[in-house]
């Protein structure tokens, strides 16, 4: 299967366009006929989820360019915002009409056939309608606050992706007023779908979405009025938050005021159902004040993402992935201590296949430790409930220094890192909103513990991937546990630098956003195609999420040139051309889209026969070298390095869940051909190191 591409004009892919190809690849995961059908009902979803995201954050920011009258091309590519928003209208639209026909044409029957309904209104029999009144008149009725459009009515702000009917009425209310016409929100506080009991709705399981029985008893809402009929509609703002953070003199609180805010940015997408009648969509459109490219029929459920409620719901286990064991380390029996390994060696955790408790626990063993003097953390997202959190809490509590540097503007997280900020606070931690203007980005712990000859020794933990315990069972991370000095010596420079907002110290070992990490990477590439020119080995494979900084690229484009083999594993945007004659015919782009989320960033460099191997938690973007906090470690122990490439060689033998990216912008789902044995990475990843000890090493 090949994914139409679109054309440019030069050797750069457009940022927005690149993104819209990944969330493509995710949604095309449903039409694999391989993977359990809850599974791929819920790629659809996420789809929905990513298109939601992609168009409050994406879609919102180049319309309020637009709107400050800003003309200029939105990158190298040179398209103009006008002509990417063009662009991305047409892609959209196409995306969102497949969504759903996969939906309508194959999942909703195939549950139909497993004894999963999800019943139309037009399929209710008497006895699950007068069951579903019950349920609307108990439940439902009393939540709901419909508003008669009239003079002293005008039409509401819409919520943010909340869902509505725009309700068509005749005659009028008992105020005389007849306006012809009403909104309806759907509760938010509800759950989406409610089921039938046995009973009632036969066997198997039958479920109806709780809108579907607003809509049925519409008339229940407006006594002594006809509706005439009502149409589901959805808004979708802007949600980006701005801060003037030189002008802010309290971050947390500014940062508080904003999110109120954020439910009611400017529209950039209206979804409605396709059987809504000309005359209202056109009235949607002039009250929402919004583009007509900007409008969306949905032959089907508006928002998508209500059908993953059937993911609570239905736990029979033949519709999801097998569940597998995740490798705790393997730690001396007599001390049973992380301290006591990592005196000896370093230890690797390959996240989902290693479990992120052993982060867990060593940091509950360093609150216990009555030689661990201090704690320092970065927390980007950490999750509700976070045992991380709590085992801070505990440090603190146990008379540690407990320094903890929380990034409040970790998009969509934000609310989330406030009230985590303000409950580190009340337990005496030391809280630091990092550096203005930079996002601290890092993913960094550490421990000074004063070791049995009175010598203080630090103890690091450094990831690809957040300290939250749920993302960590379904995105792909590395992190390095060490207690390696100038790993250790390093770290700390990177905490005092950033509570004490003096300059940047020198580093030893690691690479240092914004300040050598982009400069590190250049020269890396550039020391390749020097050895490509001299005759010597030379390759890069480089691993990450993303791949858009306009230099690097040119710097891959002249290591190319130069006779430098380049893999490039990039999930999502991808703003280098491959397969150009002259330009990047060393260069293969391929994208690997599966049961896991593709997350940790890994940078390989032959360095004449001396590898050099680096994990980073920055992507190749502007923002991650140039505006944000990030580190980059290297690999220093052979057989971790070792363990490392063979995992990257290993994506780049996959023939079954890998897209590789085609001069032109489109994307090849590889399959296994002719006698060839199918390779799937992840699967492979998952039995090579699932359920094993592990031993430092």
Known sequence: MTQQGYMVSNAFFNRELSLLEFHKRVLYQAYDHSLPLMERLRFVCIFATNLDEFFEVRVGGLVEMLELNASSPTGPDGLSQEQTLAEVSGRAHTLVDEQYRILNDQLLPMLRDNDIRV????????????????VFETDILPLLSPIGLDPAHPFPRILNKSLNFIVKLDGKDAFGRNSGRA???????????????????????????????????????????????????????????????????????????????????????????????????????????????????????????????LFDLIKDSRYYFPPFVQAMPKLPKRTNSYFAALKKQDILLHHPFDSFHAVVDFLREAASDPNVLAIKQTLYRAGSNSPVVDALVAAAKAGKEVTAIVELRARFDEEQNVALAERLQRYGIHVIYGVVGFKTHAKMLLVARREEDSTLRYYVHLGTGNYHPKTTMLYTDYGLMTSDRTMGEDVYRVFLQLSSMGKASKMECLLYAPFTLHKGMVRRIRAEKENAENGK??????????????????????????????????????????????????????????????????????????????????DWMIRNMFHRVETCFPIKHKKIRDRIIEDLELYLADNTHAWLLQSDGSYQHLQPKGGEEPIDSQAILLERWAARQLTPV
């Open 537 to 618: 080995p030379a390759r890069i494979i480089a691993k990450m999420n993303s791949l858009y900084e306009e230099e690097l690229t040119n710097e891959l484009y002249a290591a190319a040139r130069a006779g430098v083999k380049i893999d490039l594993i990039v999930r999502g945007i991808c703003q280098l051309r491959p397969g150009m004659e002259g330009l990047s015919d060393n260069i293969q782009v391929r994208s690997i889209v599966g049961r896991l989320l593709e997350h940790s960033r890994v940078f390989y460099f032959e360095n004449d026969g001396n590898p050099e191997l680096y994990c980073s938690s920055a």
């Open 119 to 134: 019943l139309r209104r037009e399929e209710w029999n008497e006895a699950q309608v007068a069951h579903l009144k019950q």
């Open 183 to 309: 909104i309806v929100q759907v509760p938010r506080s509800l759950n989406h779908m409610v089921e039938l009991p046995p009973e009632v709705g036969g066997e198997g399981r039958t479920f109806v979405f709780i809108s579907s029985i607003i809509h049925y008893f519409m008339a229940e809402i407006f006594i002594g009025m006809t509706v005439i009929d009502s149409y589901q509609f959805r808004l979708t703002r802007n949600s980006d938050i701005f801060l003037d953070e030189e002008e802010t003199e309290d971050l947390l609180r500014a940062v508080q005021g904003e999110l109120v805010y954020r439910q009611y940015g400017d529209e950039v997408r209206l979804e409605v159902a396709d059987t809504c009648p000309k005359e209202l969509e056109d009235f949607l459109v002039k009250r929402c004040e919004i583009t007509t490219r900007g409008v969306y029929r949905i032959n089907g459920p508006v928002n998508m993402n209500r059908l993953s409620d």
